[in-house]
């Protein structure tokens, strides 16, 4: 079964504190990994996708890296304005049409 | 231009009742899909709309929910004899078409509460 696990749950950071988050995942063949932003009471948007181990992808503060096994999504110096949960998805086997995600991990980012 | 779209924004009903939840996907798009959103957990995916095919069902927790798609547009959910088990934000996405390279883009949801 396809599986994908993201940690840590919550993380608090400090203005300027870089830190990575970690989305883990089993899947019979990966056909892509994506990552989006959820603000409360809002709806996933969309950040990167990733489709081969040694990829990365950036986008002003952050940057998603991908291995066979996991994707990191990276974040410099973050600010107040980073704060949300960020959500971690593949797209497996073909076939499979929709995304499997993750829990989410909720950042708080504290000025 | 104009993303996603879904109404109600929010939706508290009774036990047993039914509940119809509506989203408009971005013009142009031929995928379109639902997902269920429950405290805590993961997004569930519950079922896809790809053109004129037939729909990919596979991921309805029961016959008490449904959906259809008019005119490859606008799709509908529906959910019978609501449960509080059912109580949930209902998120529903669109791309341009079916394919790994082609990005979903969500609607805000319709946040049911069952009581």
């Known amino acids: 079964e396809d599986q994908v696990t993201q940690s840590p749950e919550a993380l608090r950071l400090q203005e300027g504190e870089s830190s990575s988050l970690n989305c883990s995942y089993t899947?019979?063949?990966?056909?892509?990994l994506f990552w989006y932003r959820q603000d409360p009471g809002k709806g996933p948007e969309f950040l990167f996708t990733?489709?081969?181990a040694g990829e990365e992808k950036e986008k002003e503060r952050l940057k998603a890296t991908l291995t066979k096994k996991e994707s990191f999504l990276h974040i410099t110096a973050p600010k107040p304005e980073d704060s949300a949960t960020y959500l971690c998805?593949?797209?497996?086997?073909?076939?499979?049409?929709?995304?499997?995600f993750g829990s989410g991990t909720r950042l708080q980012v504290q000025p | 231009g104009a993303g996603v779209s879904q109404s109600p924004s929010n939706k508290v009903t009774e036990k047993g009742k039914d509940v119809e939840l509506r989203c408009d996907p971005i013009?142009?798009?031929?995928?379109l899909y639902w997902y269920r959103q429950s405290l805590g957990q993961g997004l569930e995916f519950l079922i896809y709309?790809?053109?004129?095919?037939?729909?990919?069902k596979s991921g309805l927790p029961s016959d008490r929910f449904s959906a259809e798609r008019t005119g490859g547009s606008v799709s509908t959910l529906t959910i019978q004899r609501t449960q509080q088990e059912d109580s949930a934000v209902y998120l529903c996405?669109?791309?341009?078409?079916?394919?790994?390279?082609?990005?979903?883009?969500f609607g805000p949801g319709t946040r049911l509460l069952v009581l």
């Open positions: 013009s142009g798009h031929t995928a």
């Open positions: 996405a669109s791309s341009p078409r079916e394919g790994v390279k082609e990005t979903q883009y």
């Open positions: 709309f790809q053109g004129n095919s037939a729909p990919d």
């Open positions: 998805a593949v797209l497996p086997r073909p076939g499979r049409r929709a995304l499997t």
């Open positions: 990733l489709y081969s």
């Open positions: 899947v019979s063949g990966l056909r892509g």
